[in-house]
T-cell receptor, first 112, second 114 residues
Framework: GAGVSQSPSNKVTEKGKDVELRCDPISGHTALYWYRQRLGQGLEFLIY????????KSGLPSDRFSAERTGESVSTLTIQRTQQEDSAVYLC??????????FGSGTQLSVL | KQEVTQIPAALSVPEGENLVLNCSFT??????LQWFRQDPGKGLTSLLLIQSSQREQTSGRLNASLDKSSGRSTLYIAASQPGDSATYLCAVRPRTGTASKLTFGTGTRLQVTL
């Protein structure tokens, strides 16, 4: 695609529910990243994919968070049993190897 | 551990002024450095990327410089416009180790007033 696409753009959920966030990277980009940005704060690294393997998942905050990627395409970030502290903008980015990083518009997650 | 600092945290300038945003990093073993802008409620837009072997990159009214030995990068914006108002972030990619560990600064919030 022309850019990194994320869906949904907004998600409101109740505490305790599971949510799935989707990222469609730029076609051909081998690297895919998930970041989290809480209100008024900086970017927090979550996980990195090279192809469909995740050599670095050190940023996932708890075992409620998981992510997968299909080949060098779509990635899904799943948050189980959501908590209010999970409320944030979840940003996805992709790049070709270690070249320029391109971000999607993010998913605004609100946990009530 | 790489630490990236951006000063000032916020800046307000009148339209037409030239301005400089600063980015400092503690570990000079970087592969590249990238500048982004973030508009409220939006994702990040890539502005410029400088490889570690380069000294500067230019795009339109933007010029980014890199002094790896001193751990500094600057983003120069010429003839600022209200549309330049946004938060500007720099991020460094390490030369070795896990390539994923881009470290972001906390940003400079720029407001250009009429």
């Amino acid at each position: 695609g022309a850019g990194v696409s994320q869906s949904p753009s907004n998600k409101v959920t109740e505490k305790g529910k599971d949510v799935e966030l989707r990222c469609d990277p730029i076609s051909g980009h081998t690297a895919l990243y998930w970041y989290r940005q809480r209100l008024g704060q900086g970017l927090e690294f979550l996980i990195y994919f090279q192809g469909n393997s995740a050599p670095d998942k050190s940023g996932l905050p708890s075992d409620r968070f998981s992510a997968e990627r299909t080949g060098e395409s779509v990635s899904t970030l799943t948050i189980q049993r959501t908590q209010q502290e999970d409320s944030a903008v979840y940003l996805c980015a992709s790049s070709l190897a270690r070249k320029k990083l391109f971000f999607g518009s993010g998913t605004q997650l609100s946990v009530l | 551990k790489q630490e990236v600092t951006q000063i000032p945290a916020a800046l307000s300038v009148p339209e037409g002024e030239n301005l400089v945003l600063n980015c400092s990093f503690t570990d000079s073993a970087i592969y590249n450095l990238q500048w982004f802008r973030q508009d409220p409620g939006k994702g990040l837009t890539s502005l410029l990327l400088i490889q570690s072997s380069q000294r500067e990159q230019t795009s339109g009214r933007l010029n980014a410089s890199l002094d790896k030995s001193s751990g500094r990068s600057t983003l120069y914006i010429a003839a600022s416009q209200p549309g330049d108002s946004a938060t500007y972030l720099c991020a460094v990619r390490p030369r070795t180790g896990t390539a994923s560990k881009l470290t972001f600064g906390t940003g400079t919030r720029l407001q250009v007033t009429l």
